[in-house]
């Protein structure tokens, strides 16, 4: 099964989890400082919460999460044949799990992931790898608190 992923900055953790809670009537996931997502059935949609106060934009990124690495590379295909620059990481710890993934970054520059992920990780950190060549990767989900990170 696949999913819509939607990753935002938020600036207080638990006041989200505890509104999304609501909102989708389920508890999170996947519960971590700083970082929480929601495994939402109904609709199908993965929910990334970033503690982030102090980001500019409350959009972090969005994705689709895929079955398997068979689909990342069949994304990464359809991708590339399309004409669309992509960054891949592979067995990337991010967002305390083991990850495939894809990213492209839309007309607007809203980066993209398709992504599947192989495991659990016991830390939060990777690096996104962007599109982009000339912009900075930045840490990912629960680095610093100044962070403006990407992943998931």
Known sequence: MSRVQLALNVSDLDAAVDFYSKLFATEPAKHRPRYANFAVAEPPLKLVLIENPDAADRLNHLGVEVES????????????????????????????????????????????????????????????????????????????????????
């Open 69 to 152: 690495t068979d689909d990342v590379r069949a994304a990464t295909g359809h991708l590339t044949g399309a004409g669309l620059a992509t960054a891949t990481e592979e067995e990337v710890a991010c967002c305390f799990a083991v990850q495939d993934k894809v990213w492209v970054d839309d007309p607007d520059g809203a980066p993209w992931e398709i992504y599947t992920v192989l495991g659990p990780a016991e830390h939060p950190a990777g690096e996104l790898r962007s599109v982009d060549p000339e912009s900075k990767a930045d840490v990912c989900c629960a680095g610093a608190p100044e962070s403006t990170a990407r992943c998931c």
